[in-house]
Every structure is written in structure tokens, then in C-alpha cells.
């Protein structure tokens, strides 16, 4: 690498990450030159994983509630102590980025451009068979040209994750994407859908339920028109290097079940009764996490509520149509919080 050729620092936060850690620090080890881990109170060994690797620089982030701009400030701080010039990454640990990232031409995407720039790429979900994709609703900032002086602006959830200054120059780049893995184990994205409605609920208490069903079921409305054959060499450039991403490791737990029974006991189970997280049995984690009082934690919905649930699920593949949309509305006035 000469001097003045850019480093390219990934960044990424984890919490709980141990069954998928390897495959996206063997794949982004292929082309990052730093690799920043910011650990948020792991259970397993994802920190003792990311220390495997000679490229990663681990920081623990301390911080008790979720909060993606205060974890992503911390990554681009860290990454920022590197001397030289840079291009800041931003790719999760359930991400990897398609191979063509490895290529010449896939490189030199980025070292052709100025600082201050901004790569926008495409977000692909694979599905569980791991045969097919569907395209994420929106292109995401994978990386950016530092400048130095650009500051990271975001929200608490469902933000920017990497710096992307309003004026800046954006390159789209078409031929790199970013493979989210995160559909590839159904459960544990459930379980992390049921956390995300209750923090929802928490911190935007008047958003309607409706509304905050259809964004976190959006999956269950993916028509057969949407879906895309994943191309052979997406997984076959890895495999050459003997790296298997088509794997999938599954958890037996999922910590965000029991950090939504910690907002049951916080909050009572009647104030999260208008979401959509019924579809298990808390009592049954409560006992398996050896909660006291397991049966405070049963279901608190009326009838009517259960009816609404069992709708929004039959109609979230056709909730685009014009009378769903009409009774939808119609719903948030009955159903408001």
C-alpha cells in the first residue's frame, strides 16, 4: 500500500454475535485493512472471536440502552485515531459485502474518488434457503471518503449508520452489495422484531400500533415477483478461499427475549398488549430465565385485540391494496394507544 492510498477501516457493533462472527470477519478481513469491533455487554464469546483476528481493534461500548448514534459515534471516533488518510466502512456483523469488493475493479471504486465522499450500495436480504434474495427498500451509505472535519449525524434507531453530510458527493455504486443474512435464521429475527415493536412503543408512545406492526412485517409481504436467484459467484469467490457463508449457525437463545420480559417487568405487560409480540409463550422464557412470578407475563389481550393481530397478519402481504389501506386507518382510530 503506498502512502498516500487510503486504508479501508470497517466498523461495526456487536452484542451476542459468537454464531455469525466468524463468517463476516474471515470475509471482511479479505479487503479491510482495520477491522473496529465495539462490543456492547456480549454474553458469549464474540469478544473473544473478534480477538482471534490480528486486524481487529476491540472497544467496549458501555452504554445500557440501545442507541445506534451513540454506537456508531464511538466506531467512527475510533476509526478516526488512524493516521493517514481513510475510507470508513459501515457493515454488521449478520452483513457481508458481495465479492466483488475483492476485485481490482471493485477497489479501485473507491480509490478513484475524493474525500468527503459518500458510496451508497445496494441492500440485499437472502432468504432461509439461501437460493434467493429480495432487495432492501433503499440504499445504504456503506462507506465514506474521510474527510476529517465531517461530523455523524443520526437518530437513536433506524438511522444513517456512517457519516453522510447532506451536500456531499454520492457515488452509487451498482455492482457491490450489501448481503444481509439477517432472514437466514427466521427465529432469532423474530425475536429481535418482537424487541424492536417494544422499543418503539417505549420511546415513540404515540405512533400507532398499526403502523408499527407494518414495519417490523414488511418480510411477510414479499411477493414471488420480488424474489431474485442469488448469483453462483456471490458464495463461490468465498468458498474458493475456503470461507462457507452459506452456512447457517443458529443460537439456541436470543437475548432480546429476555430484555423484552425486563420491559415487562418495568412497564407491565398491559402497556405492550396493542403489539404483535404474542405469537410465544413468555411465561415459558420467564420460567426458563428463572423469572419470579412466571405468570405475570401471560398474554394480556381482549379478544378484539387478537382479532386485530390475526388480521394485520392475513392482510400484510395485500396491506398495499386500497381497502386494506382504508380499514387500516380505520384501525388506528380503534386501535390507538
Request: net charge neutral; proline share 4%.
Amino acid at each position: 500500500m503506498s502512502l498516500n492510498q487510503p486504508r479501508f477501516v470497517c466498523t461495526t457493533p456487536i452484542r451476542n454475535e459468537a454464531k455469525i462472527l466468524d463468517r463476516f470477519l474471515e470475509c471482511t478481513s479479505l479487503w479491510a485493512d482495520n477491522i473496529i469491533i465495539s462490543d456492547q455487554y456480549s454474553e458469549d464469546n464474540s469478544k473473544e472471536i473478534a480477538g482471534r483476528y490480528p486486524k481487529v481493534t476491540l472497544v467496549e461500548n458501555f452504554e445500557q440502552e440501545y442507541n445506534e448514534k451513540q454506537v456508531r459515534q464511538i466506531l467512527i471516533d475510533e476509526a478516526r485515531k488512524i493516521n493517514g488518510p481513510k475510507i470508513i466502512f459501515a457493515v454488521d456483523a449478520d452483513e457481508v459485502l458481495s465479492p466483488e469488493i475483492l476485485s481490482k475493479d471493485g477497489i479501485n471504486i473507491f480509490l478513484s474518488e475524493r474525500p468527503g465522499t459518500v458510496f451508497m450500495a445496494n441492500f440485499v436480504n437472502i432468504c432461509p434457503d439461501m437460493n434467493h434474495y429480495w432487495n432492501g427498500p433503499l440504499r445504504l451509505p456503506v462507506a465514506f471518503y474521510d474527510d476529517g472535519i465531517s461530523q455523524f449525524k443520526a437518530n437513536k434507531i433506524h438511522t444513517f449508520r456512517n457519516i453522510c453530510p447532506e451536500n456531499a458527493h454520492k457515488v452509487d455504486i451498482d455492482n457491490i452489495r450489501i448481503m444481509h443474512f439477517q432472514f437466514t435464521d427466521w427465529e432469532r429475527m423474530e425475536s429481535k422484531h418482537r424487541w424492536y415493536q417494544c422499543w418503539e412503543r417505549i420511546n415513540n408512545p404515540k405512533k400507532s400500533a398499526i403502523e408499527i406492526y407494518r414495519g417490523y412485517h414488511h418480510m411477510y409481504s414479499i411477493s414471488q415477483d420480488e424474489m431474485h436467484d442469488i448469483p453462483d459467484f456471490w458464495f463461490e469467490e468465498y468458498k474458493k478461499m475456503g470461507i462457507n457463508i452459506d452456512v447457517i449457525n443458529k443460537d439456541s437463545e436470543y437475548y432480546w427475549d429476555k430484555t423484552v420480559l425486563d420491559y415487562f417487568n418495568t412497564y407491565g405487560t398491559e402497556f405492550f398488549k396493542k403489539e404483535a409480540i404474542w405469537d410465544i409463550n413468555w411465561v415459558e422464557k420467564a420460567n426458563y430465565y428463572k423469572y419470579k412470578n412466571p405468570e405475570k407475563f401471560r398474554d394480556p389481550r381482549n379478544k378484539f385485540q387478537r382479532f386485530i393481530h390475526e388480521w394485520l397478519k392475513k392482510m400484510q402481504a395485500d396491506y398495499n391494496k386500497l381497502s386494506v389501506r382504508i380499514v387500516s386507518k380505520l384501525l388506528k382510530l380503534l386501535f390507538k394507544q
